[in-house]
């Protein structure tokens, strides 16, 4: 009942409002309580932040693949690797590929949890030393792994690379040279599938509550982040 109960009570992306009127207009309270409280697609445990929709066109699963970004302010296509990790090894993984990034990076903290009002809000920190960033994310690892509305990346301008923790709950990596965090997957488990599908490319709905809203506040103050939208 508690992923149900978020469902019903809590914010939703705009693309979420939109989607939620077609593989789920149809079902029941029964049904749909059934399938939002399935948690594990096989060996693939999910976060608390998405569900897949009822029709399941992309079924949950752990593994990378490669793709391309198109810079349109550099008109250049910068490479990319996505990656979807079982909520067991999923933050360990993240933390893992921060280390690649260097001693000093900025960070962006991600939310939608007052979409209808703001929109997509990007808070921006510069130049904080990583072993403190990562301090504090493990203090926050359950509003980050769980919650919906809730993304982080961090980057390192000068090389350039970026590492995105969205509020899907997969990780990106942008920029060049990428084999350290390749490695970095597949010491994680992961295995390179280039055909596979992410669940943001099919029908989902995120979750949040109050206490993530409130957690995120919180994030914002221990990162010193004063509110500005980037």
Known sequence: MGFLKKFFNNVFHEEVVAQTASSFEQLDQDELEAHLDVSR???FALTDAVR?????????????????????ASRQNVPVVMAAASRERLFDTFMELLDPLGPVVDVVIETS??????????????????????SILWDF?????NDGCTGIAVLNPSIPQ?????????????????????????????NCREEMKFVT????????????????EMLKMRLGIDGDRY
């Open 201 to 216: 490319e099919a029908e989902h709905v995120h979750s949040t509550n109050d206490s993530y809203i409130e957690q995120f």
């Open 52 to 72: 897949p929709s009822f029709d399941l066109d992309v079924v949950p699963s752990a593994g990378f693949r490669h793709d391309t970004y198109r810079d349109e």
């Open 141 to 145: 690892e359950d509003l980050l792994v």
């Open 113 to 134: 949890h007052d979409y209808a009002a703001v929109g997509h809000q990007d808070l921006y920190r510069e130049h904080i030393d990583m072993p403190i960033l990562q």
């Open 41 to 43: 697609y096989g060996s």
């Open 162 to 190: 970026e590492v995105q923790f969205d509020e899907h709950k997969i990780l990106i990596v942008y920029g060049k040279q990428l084999r350290e965090y390749e490695g970095v997957l597949i010491d994680a488990g992961l």
